[in-house]
């Protein structure tokens, strides 16, 4: 009986708990209202836990209306709610790039971000997709500490990425990209930034290793969208704007031309070239307007759907691309799709599988820099007079003395397209027979197809100097099939209380094969669109092809452990065999080893836990590779050429290239150091590493010395010579809500030194850019050579004090208002044992600023990037102010050249003949500062929810590029890489010219979700 | 307390004082530097350099001097290294006076030597203007350069010449050792014009000789000059030239070509290729190059052959090709036209450029030195297009055209690639590739010169405009 009073207690108890109780319901949703699943909910001071459903759904009881509820998920920071009053929640959370249990993809394998023990950086789609750019890189730039993106101008044009300087000289300074695990080489100008979920930069050796003989320039791992589980979501994205081309110099009218010339070629003791310079005015032809356009539309544009169950998810998008020239002509389209499907058959057992179709065309013409240098006296067309009534459409058009081929017919002429497809097929298979171990196979085939056309009709607009006497029509076919095939075993196991450890082994193969065909003709009977085909060709017809094939086989292995979340470490194992090397070198092996210190993880620092967040300690190690090459240099080649053999040119064969059996891979060996931390909640976060990166055995192409008895242009690929790259990066982020605003700054901070250790002889001096740039040993490669500007002579005094100590002139061809150049040796000579390091294209750091405000449903996202230290070799100082071509010259030389004494010390006198070299020598006149800062992105939103019958609706507007701040007066201070046709790309590097700018672009924004 | 202040301070600005003393403090105290001037007085002349020279010592070491001249822009330094201190230093600066001074000018040469002790040592040196440093001229009459003594005609050898200078002439001498020449005339009373007039005798064995004079003149610094004339003692001409200019014409003011070298030599048998460019082709044959005298062959009047400077003109009657064959010891000629047969080089004007060498559109310019925008690179060449030679419209074996020379000139007139190409080499003979070898270099003054090149003659004639 007593038992039964106490049960009556009981369930009178339960019942009054029970009746106590408020049912709360609710979506918790992401901040593009992506509902999500899985999200613990807890009851704060009870054991009441929940969980969103598939759509994002929750329902849970909460004793009172003071029940606060915690909500909290992977990847997004937790939030707090206070029921009051309210059954049903609409909860927003927000991501957090800050929290360790963030799932970090490292390669071949996901860790979470508090496991890392290497440097890694990870960027969220969503911030590379607050630009529009053709090239997903360009948005990465100053949002990665260590990674250094230079921009370049034009449809299609892909920035440089350099992740922690250059450990190279002569191969690609491109980092290997991996999109969903497969190697896809050193360019992602495919990808669209709206397919991307994720991107890792793993910047050290002991992050890259793994990917072996391809990772010294770092590796940057993409992960693409992948569906969710859950209702069936679309979202479209959109955004269109101008790309403004605005002229970078204001040229000479035709009167100021004229009266230019004049003066020059008066300095130089020649009659006027144009007399009386007044006749011309008003005559100004306006190549610029003629041909460019200011504004050139842009629009990028992206169709999602993703959804799915928990046995099957999906995610498709459609994206579409466009940019058009600054011609009349050109530009770069791209028509992607992405279909990913992921299956899970039982516990066991899952696969997926991926479909990503492209389509991309491009071309343009390159010649906007004729547009400013062709004089501005000359007519576009010719005049009536000088037609006869035969002339094709072609020939119609002036000729310019200038030596400028005329600009607009040349766009008029252009036809050179290329039209590219590719399909892309990527799946695997995934088998866990216990806890712990998983056994995964992965393959995927790129097959691709290029077609370039090229027509270059048939014109004589001046019979002597601009004219194709005969139509020529050109077809290219490359043919590309890629296939990559990777198992790995992975076996992920706790042991006791305290023993983490999983060890990885695996293997992969690829092979890359080509294979191309080239089709030539002349004499196609007219120049109309359905004649530009090489069967209608009448002369000449010729053709080529070849083929190539490489390929790689490699066994990977890494085994992690940690100790209490507190002393993690990291060994993984890469050995590669690639058929671009012989026997003796064909497989090499590239360890890694890294450790961590979770510091705030120790007793002794409970007490600091109020402001310390995370603090970590992170030391790599690690040795990566480099095969870049060519395919084949293994093979001795045969050369063909005219040589003159006495009075007799012959056609002869001669050794070109030399088989080197003993050639092999560069070798980056990294050290790094980094320390991670946070501060009160993560309101402050960062890290900050120091790395050191030594090459060794660098790949030289070197000619054979002449007592060798081959011709002195035979080469040979090498192994000399290292080099070392050091410096720090340095991330800095802050992010903090009052009430309805929120705000946050990144600051990224990022410093490369590099030197020359050794070459292949203690005195060598590499030369490059046409013999302009130096690499020697001790130095930075590829630093600018050159003489010494000294100024201007500014009078005959100062001219006829500059001798030797007998009285002997060192320029014995100056005059008063000419460059004065330093006798550097002081040998009492001008010679070219004066040339000395005058600038480097290197800069000393480089800092991304990055800021995101909110309030309410307003949002504003502010992007800089700056460079500071570099130097610039401004090419077209002698287009612009040189008086001895005749191309045009900026409007206000007269007065900036120097035309007195104190009137410049900068820009010479005009001069015809320029007897002093000032222009032809290459100095010091022609290097700037190329230090800059520029807002990369300035955008604002406004978005709806839950309006319109749509979950999201957000409209943007955005600026790129819109100001930029510098002392460089060149085009653009965005200068990359040297021609590496011409083993240019570091020794080149710091060139600028007529280079395509960074243009500034004015976009409008649209994203609907539902 | 206050005092404390102070001394801190005093010594604080002790510090910082000795800090920033200059190195010239690092050295000792030591006497002035000396300087031993050459001369006190220096002449110069507009557009002409002179010398400062000085021996300037000192005893712990040099640190600069400056040579100065205000009023002609001139301020140098010359800065000695203090690493490795020098003690001596022999100064020898030239500077050349601007050329529109006038000659009756006169400065101040200001020479500031300092040693690495602080001590500085003035020395002043007079510059003149009206200084004379032309080397006595002379003038030969006879024999002139290269000139050929027939020894079958006459062994005496005329000299006559002509010597003028403006500040007097202090002494001649004529000199040739072979023919134990030495003679020196002193003049008295600085005359600034001297005709010197003496036959020798010369042996009747052929020779080579060379006979130098020199004269001197009487300014304080005295100029002398000097002059070479190289004269062939000969039985029979090695050479004879055909020159179609009429007498008195400088026969070496043109580059190359004028008169004309012969072309087959069997003996005293000379025959020649020629082009008369019109009808009634005045011609003569010459027994040397540079002058009329002393051998020019002519008809006299009955139309013979004669050596005679006096000698009528031989008469081609007609515009076209020749073969002339003359024999100056039996003074027989023969002149007669003929229709060439060698390749016509047309159409060379305006080539273009193609890598498929049946594309290339022909073209003739030059590679070369001593011509304006030329080089020894073919596509310079080509791209030069002011260097390329025209067709003669009235001669299709002749291109023509129009050069710069800048001094000494050597050339290779080509096509594209050296194909074809014609090589300038000694005697003004143009020998189309592959032909000989070795380009000659042939003395030019700077100026525009008419250029033709006869491809059947083989032959460059590049005349001053």
Not at chain 1, 523 to 537: C, F, I, Q, W, Y
Not at chain 1, 632 to 660: K, L
Request: a negative charge; glycine letters at 10%.
């Amino acid at each position: 009986m007593k038992f039964k009073y106490i049960g009556f207690f009981i369930a009178l108890m339960c019942t009054a708990v029970s009746f106590g109780q408020i049912k709360v319901t609710g979506t918790v949703k992401d901040k593009g209202a992506v509902p999500i699943p899985g999200v613990n909910l807890i009851v704060k001071g009870t054991a009441t836990t929940a969980s969103t459903d598939f759509d994002g759904n929750f329902v849970v009881n909460v004793p009172n209306q003071d029940a606060q509820i915690e909500f909290s998920f992977v990847g997004f920071a937790n939030k707090t709610i206070t029921v009051g009053g309210q059954t049903t929640l609409n909860v927003v959370l927000e991501e957090s790039s800050q929290t360790l249990d963030e799932i970090v993809v490292v390669g071949y394998a996901a860790v979470k971000k508090s496991d890392v023990t290497s440097s890694i950086s990870s960027v969220k789609g969503k911030e590379l997709q607050t630009m529009t750019v053709g090239n997903v890189t360009e948005s990465l730039q100053g949002k990665v500490s260590g990674v250094q993106v230079t921009g370049v101008g034009g449809p299609g044009a892909q920035p440089r990425v350099l992740i922690r300087g250059i450990s190279t000289v002569n191969l690609s300074t491109d980092p290997l990209y991996v999109v969903d695990g497969i190697p896809m080489g050193t360019s992602i100008n495919f990808l669209s930034n709206n397919e991307i979920e994720s991107m890792e930069v793993l910047k050290d050796a002991s992050a890259s290793a793994i990917y072996g003989s391809r990772a010294s320039n770092g590796v940057i791992l993409i992960t693409t969208k992948k569906g969710k589980s859950g209702k069936t979501r679309f979202n479209f994205d959109t955004s269109s704007g101008m790309q403004i081309m605005n002229n970078p110099y204001r040229m000479a009218d035709a009167e100021t031309y004229a009266t230019i010339m004049n003066t020059a070629n008066n300095n130089s003791g020649y009659a006027d070239y144009l007399p009386n310079p007044s006749q011309y005015r008003g005559k100004t032809t306006d190549w610029w307007k003629a041909g460019i356009r200011g504004g050139a539309p842009v629009v990028n544009a992206s169709l999602g759907v993703t959804g799915g169950s928990d046995k099957h998810t999906f995610a498709i998008s459609l994206n579409y691309y466009d940019a058009e020239s600054i011609y009349e002509v050109g530009g770069w389209e791209r028509i992607t799709m992405r279909i990913a499907n992921d299956f899970k058959f039982s516990d066991k057992f899952s696969a997926g599988i991926t479909l990503n179709p492209r389509y991309e065309a491009y071309g343009g013409p390159g010649n906007w820099a004729d547009f400013d240098k062709i004089d501005p006296i000359t007519p576009i067309y010719k005049p009536a007079d000088q037609l006869n009534g035969t002339e094709n459409e072609y020939s119609i058009y002036a000729r310019s003395p200038s030596y400028v081929w005329n600009p607009v017919a040349a766009v008029k002429r252009y036809d050179d397209y290329t039209d590219q497809y590719n399909l892309n097929t990527n799946g695997y298979l995934q088998y866990e027979p216990i806890k712990g171990l998983v056994i995964r196979s992965q393959a995927s085939i790129e097959v691709g197809d290029k077609v370039r056309n090229r027509f270059r009709p048939d014109f004589v607009i001046d019979a002597a100097h601009e004219k194709e006497e005969i139509n020529i029509v050109e077809k290219w076919n490359t043919t590309n099939v890629d296939w990559t095939w990777q198992n790995t075993i992975t076996y992920a196991r706790k042991f006791g209380e305290k023993h983490n450890a999983s060890l990885m082994v695996g293997n992969t193969m690829e092979e890359y094969n080509g294979n191309d065909l080239w089709g030539y003709g002349e004499g196609v009977p007219n120049n109309t669109d359905s004649m530009r085909e090489l069967k209608a060709a009448t002369k000449n017809r010729n053709s080529s092809g070849n083929s190539w094939s490489s390929s790689l086989m490699s066994y990977i292995s890494r085994f992690s452990y940690n100790y209490d979340g507190k002393y993690y470490f990291t060994g993984t194992f890469r050995r590669d065999g690639s058929s671009k090397f012989m026997t003796n070198n064909k497989w090499a092996n590239f360890p890694s080893a890294s450790v961590s210190w979770r510091i705030l993880n120790e007793d002794f620092m409970e007490s600091t836990k109020d402001v310390l967040s995370d603090l970590r300690f992170r030391a790599g190690w690690g040795k990566v590779g480099n095969q870049g090459l060519p395919t084949a240099v293994y093979q001795s080649n045969i050369g063909q050429g005219f040589y003159p053999i006495g009075d007799v040119i012959g056609d002869t064969s001669f050794p070109s290239s030399m088989a080197n059996k003993d050639i092999k891979w560069e070798t980056v060996e990294d050290i790094s150091f980094g320390l991670d931390f946070g501060l009160w909640k993560n309101r402050v976060s960062g890290s900050l590493e120091y790395y050191q990166k030594k090459t060794h055995d660098m790949l030289f192409l070197k000619q054979f010395p002449t007592y060798s008895g081959f011709p002195n242009y035979s080469t040979i690929w090498t192994n000399v010579g290292s080099m070392q790259s050091s410096g720090i990066d340095l991330l800095v982020s802050y992010k903090d809500k009052k009430g309805d605003f929120s705000y946050g700054v990144d600051v990224t901070f990022t410093t490369v030194n590099v030197e020359m250790l050794s070459l292949s002889s203690a005195d060598e001096k590499l030369y490059g850019a046409g013999n302009r740039t130096l690499t020697v040993k001790g130095e930075e490669p590829g630093y600018f050579y050159g003489y010494v500007a000294d100024g201007l002579f500014q009078n005959q005094t100062e001219l006829n004090s500059h001798t030797d100590e007998h009285g002997t002139k060192l320029q014995p061809y100056a005059q008063v208002g000419d460059v004065r150049f330093k006798d550097v040796n002081g040998d009492g000579k001008l010679d070219d044992k004066d040339r000395t390091k005058i600038g480097t294209p290197w800069a000393d750091y480089n800092i991304g600023l990055n800021f995101n405000f909110g309030y309410k449903n307003f949002d504003l996202v502010a992007n800089f990037y700056s460079s500071i230290g570099n130097d610039i070799v401004n090419q077209n100082i002698s287009d612009l102010y040189n008086g001895a071509s005749l191309t045009n010259k900026v409007s206000d030389l007269q007065q900036l050249a120097w035309h007195g004494e104190g009137t410049s010390n900068s820009i010479p006198r005009l001069s015809k003949d320029d007897n002093n070299e000032n222009f032809t020598k290459f100095s010091s006149l022609y290097v700037e500062d190329g230090s800059f800062v520029r807002m990369k992105n300035l955008q604002v939103g406004y978005s709806f929810y839950n309006k319109f019958g749509l979950d999201k609706l957000r409209i943007s507007l955005s600026g790129q590029n819109l100001w930029t701040w510098t002392n460089y007066s060149g085009v653009d201070p965005e200068v990359g890489a040297g021609d590496p046709d011409k083993g240019d790309r570091v020794k080149g590097s710091g060139f600028g010219g007529w280079n395509y700018p960074v243009q500034p672009t004015i976009l409008m924004g649209l994203n609907v979700a539902f | 307390m206050k005092k404390n202040i102070f001394v801190f301070f005093l010594a604080l600005f002790a510090i910082l004082f000795t800090g920033c003393q200059s190195n010239d403090a690092d050295f000792a105290p030591s006497d002035d530097p000396t300087v031993v001037v050459s001369t006190k007085e220096i002449y110069g002349a507009p557009s002409r350099k002179f010398e400062i020279k000085a021996a300037l010592a000192d005893d712990l070491g040099l640190k600069s001097v400056a040579i100065q001249i205000p009023e002609l822009s001139l301020d140098k330094l010359i800065t000695f290294p203090t690493n490795t201190l020098l003690t001596k230093y022999d100064l020898s600066y030239f500077f050349e006076v601007p050329a529109n001074r006038g000659t009756s000018e006169a400065f101040k040469i200001k020479l500031v030597i300092t040693d690495v002790s602080g001590n500085v040592v003035n020395e002043e040196i007079n510059l003149r203007l009206d200084g004379e440093f032309a080397a006595p001229s002379i003038t030969m009459v006879s024999p002139k350069e290269g000139a050929v003594i027939l020894l079958s005609t006459s062994n005496k050898l005329p000299v006559n010449f002509v010597v003028n200078d403006d500040s007097g002439i202090d002494f001649v001498q004529i000199q040739c050792a072979a023919l134990g020449i030495d003679e020196t005339i002193q003049l008295t009373g600085s005359p600034q014009s001297y005709t010197f007039n003496k036959t020798y005798t010369l042996p009747v064995t052929a020779a080579d000789y060379v006979l130098t004079i020199t004269a001197k003149d009487k300014f304080a610094i005295p100029n002398t000059g000097s002059l070479n004339v190289n004269i062939v003692a000969t039985n029979e001409y090695p050479a004879i030239f055909l020159c179609d200019q009429p007498k008195g014409t400088n026969l070496t003011t043109d580059a190359v070509g004028v008169p004309m070298y012969f072309h087959e030599k069997n003996g005293q048998d000379f025959e020649f290729k020629y082009y008369a460019d019109k009808d009634n082709k005045e011609v003569y044959f010459l027994g040397q190059e540079a002058d009329f005298g002393p051998h020019c062959f002519g008809l006299n009047g009955t139309g013979e052959l004669v050596d005679d400077v006096a000698s009528a003109p031989i008469i081609l009657p007609t515009k076209g090709y020749y073969k002339i064959k003359v024999n100056p010891n039996t003074l027989k000629y023969t002149a007669e036209k003929y229709t060439p047969s060698s390749k016509v080089w047309a159409d060379v004007a305006n080539g273009l450029w193609h890598d498929d060498a049946a594309l290339r559109k022909p073209f003739v310019s030059v590679c070369g030195g001593g011509i304006k925008d030329a080089n020894w690179d073919t596509w310079n060449a080509w791209v030069m297009t002011g260097l390329h030679l025209a067709n003669n419209s009235a001669n299709p074996y002749q291109l023509v055209g129009e050069y710069t020379l800048t001094g000494t000139m050597e050339a290779t007139f080509t096509g594209q690639w050296w194909d074809p190409s014609w090589r300038l080499i000694k005697n003004g003979i143009c020998t189309m590739s592959p032909g000989e070898n070795g380009n000659a270099k042939y003395p030019a003054a700077p100026g525009v010169y008419k250029v033709v090149l006869d491809t059947e003659l083989e032959r460059v004639f590049i005349t001053k405009k």
